[in-house]
């Protein structure tokens, strides 16, 4: 809790994960007041709500920690090349403890308004108990993955057994020892949930919506050679994350599959499937996300893998996205998924022939069945993007809401601002580079771009700030056309704002930036070396 009682300051944040704690320590070393105002109980974001078993990094945890302070790097150590949720969290506290950020936090403070007073040149800021705090300036550090989506399904609240969703899991332990377990989706949460209760449960039924692709993690642990070795290259490693188009180690292939033998492409294809990480999704083929020809390549690739790793094939078939190419949509890593429906005690149900219609009293009944459980799971995943930004009603310029202004999709500025809403800057907002990568790092490029902002505001006597509309139609324009010849804005996903589970998320608009982090911090730099063109200053 926060040891101050005033409700003053020069900047309110909104969230205090990974993005919010940065900014908090950057705008102290600007010497401003700052208060953050969570939602949860501890810091973390992201890594304090999804407690789900499996949950753990898909980047390579020594990319993925925060780069700013070499103290932190030299104190800090990894144990798994991808870190678990749990660890994780422990990560973030001990950043939290090292910089004395909590102080600044007020914790269990759930935003549920935000409105512009141009008069005062401040923003008023509500929580869900009715407490308000004033600032000069409002930053959202909500993330893009924030607000869990249940699925529309009747009798969800008629279930007596246990139930939850993956994005709120109970912070004490759960056990599915011997138990009659459902869970419904198999998006990246549901591999993670998927392949750990498999383990232990007495029978787990899996209810797949539709197939994904996905890829083999390939986790381990950390030797001390190699902790030696990642501590010696950290600057190195840092390099490489920004120079490519996603900031993680991988970067694209300069071939094309096409442009190559059969035998030479299979040949990398396999040494990608065997490889760590996301070097399969981001260090492949140029060609792979712009070409179907190229794409289907490596999506039957994959496909002879999963036929190959599941023994029923009938399954497997079942198993294999037919409506999607590989990488269009979010990739889950997973560690011997497909091997789960070799197992007895696991059953994979086909939404797409059998749909739920109902959750009863004792289970779920399909078109075909009832089925009887002791818990149902929901790994149906995030109003994405834009759904932590419709949670809190923002209000602007002439009352204008910020869900009002984006009813036909986002219109941004460099992905951090909105026309009619003065000084508020939004950390990994739609068509921001840091929704669509190695998320710290992109972090540190918002956290530090919008500090270099605030700290010229300061200098130059400053104390309003507001997009043009002419340059946020502009850089609007510049993220629709950057996007265009990808395959996946041919995809219904949430890279293009389609969510089944969320009213009025039916239209296809895409939200995140797909030119890479290269170009989006060069753009940036330019407008900021411009003093600040396309931002109207007072």
Not at 506 to 531: H, I, M, Q, S, W
């Amino acid at each position: 809790m926060t040891t101050s009682d005033s409700t003053n300051f020069d900047a309110i944040i909104i969230g205090a994960g990974i993005s919010g704690m940065y900014q908090l320590h950057q705008l102290r070393k600007l010497g401003m007041s700052v208060q953050v105002l969570e939602a949860g109980s501890g810091v973390g974001g992201t890594w304090y709500w999804n407690r789900y078993p499996g949950a753990r990094f898909d980047s390579e945890s020594y990319s993925y920690g925060y780069s700013f302070s070499e103290e932190i790097l030299d104190e800090w150590q990894w144990s798994e090349h991808f870190s678990a949720q749990p660890e994780t969290l422990r990560y973030c506290n001990f950043v939290a403890d090292k910089l004395d950020l909590r102080r600044d936090i007020r914790f269990n403070s759930r935003v549920d308004r935000a409105r512009w007073d141009d008069a005062a040149g401040q923003w008023t800021v509500t929580t869900e108990d009715g407490l308000s705090f004033t600032g000069q300036y409002l930053i959202t550090a909500i993330g893009p993955l924030s607000v869990p989506t249940w699925p529309t399904i009747d009798g969800i609240d008629d279930f007596g057994g246990q139930s939850m969703h993956t994005a709120n899991w109970p912070h004490e332990p759960v056990s599915f020892e011997g138990k009659r377990v459902a869970v419904i989706g198999t998006g990246a949460t549901g591999v993670q949930t998927i392949q750990e209760v498999a383990k232990t449960a007495g029978q787990l039924t899996v209810f797949q919506r539709r197939p994904n692709w996905c890829a083999p993690l390939k986790n381990s642990p950390i030797t001390p050679q190699q902790q030696t070795d990642i501590r010696a290259r950290y600057p190195e490693i840092f390099e490489r994350c920004r120079q490519s188009h996603g900031c993680f180690i991988h970067d694209a292939d300069p071939r094309r599959a096409l442009g190559v033998s059969e035998e030479e492409r299979l040949a990398f294809y396999e040494e990608l499937y065997d490889s760590p990480g996301f070097g399969i999704w981001m260090g492949n083929f140029r060609d792979i996300f712009i070409s179907e020809a190229a794409n289907k390549t490596i999506s039957d690739f994959v496909a002879d893998k999963i036929r190959g790793r599941v023994r029923d094939q009938d399954t497997a078939e079942r198993l294999i996205p037919t409506d999607h190419g590989f990488g269009t949509r979010r990739v889950p890593l997973e560690t011997h998924y497909f091997e789960v429906y070799n197992q007895d005690n696991v059953r994979l149900v086909d939404l797409r022939d059998t749909p739920i219609t109902r959750i009863t009293e004792t289970g779920i009944a399909t078109s075909a069945e009832h089925l009887e459980f002791d818990m149902i799971i929901y790994a149906t995943g995030f109003d994405a993007v834009t759904g932590g930004f419709d949670r809190i009603a923002f209000e602007g310029l002439e009352g204008q809401t910020l869900k009002q202004k984006w009813a036909d999709g986002p219109e941004t500025f460099l992905g951090m601002m909105v026309p009619g809403f003065p000084n508020m800057l939004t950390l990994v907002g739609p068509h921001n580079a840091a929704s669509f990568c190695n998320i710290p790092r992109c972090i540190e490029q918002n956290v530090e771009w919008a500090t270099d902002f605030l700290r010229h505001m300061r200098d130059k006597g400053l104390c309003r700030l507001e997009a043009q509309p002419d340059a946020a139609l502009e850089w609007t324009q510049h993220v629709h056309e950057s996007a265009e010849k990808m395959l996946y804005t041919k995809v219904d996903s949430w890279f293009m704002g389609i969510n089944s589970n969320v009213e009025g998320k039916n239209k296809r608009t895409f939200l995140l930036y797909a030119a890479g982090a290269p170009d989006y911090r060069a753009k940036c730099d330019e407008v900021a070396a411009a003093g600040y063109a396309g931002v109207a200053l007072q």
